[in-house]
């Protein structure tokens, strides 16, 4: 069994009020460790720097409204703490890996 624990991830902490979906930022403070605030800030700064495109636009230099993982900024953020990708599909395999304790690798994990 796994054991959840809600957590906020310091949002509260930091002086963050209301409704948010920074969902991306308090589950990387909660698995990195790492204070809100930190973790917001190199969001927003990689949300307001990343090219605009056709589908997504113009992001505004805020973690609030959620992050675009597929971007290669946030990629490198997260190999930047330290955290490793592990694929749980390739392509005509199937699902073969579920949130079971005894299917994920060890240790602190962030899940999308």
């Not at 589950?27 to 790492?34: K, N, S, T, V, W």
């Amino acid at each position: 069994m796994i054991n959840i624990i809600f957590d906020d991830g310091g949002r509260k902490t930091a002086g963050f009020k209301g409704e948010a979906s920074d969902c991306v930022a308090r589950a990387i403070a909660i698995a990195a460790d790492r204070p809100y605030r930190e973790v917001y800030d190199a969001l927003a700064h990689g949300n307001g720097m990343q090219r605009a495109t056709r589908r997504t636009g113009k992001q505004p230099r805020s973690a609030r409204n959620g992050v675009i993982t597929q971007r290669q900024w946030f990629k490198d953020y997260m190999t930047s703490l330290g955290f490793v990708w592990h694929p749980t599909m390739q392509i005509g395999s199937g699902c073969k890996i579920h949130l079971r304790a005894d299917e994920l690798p060890p240790g602190r994990l962030v899940v999308w």
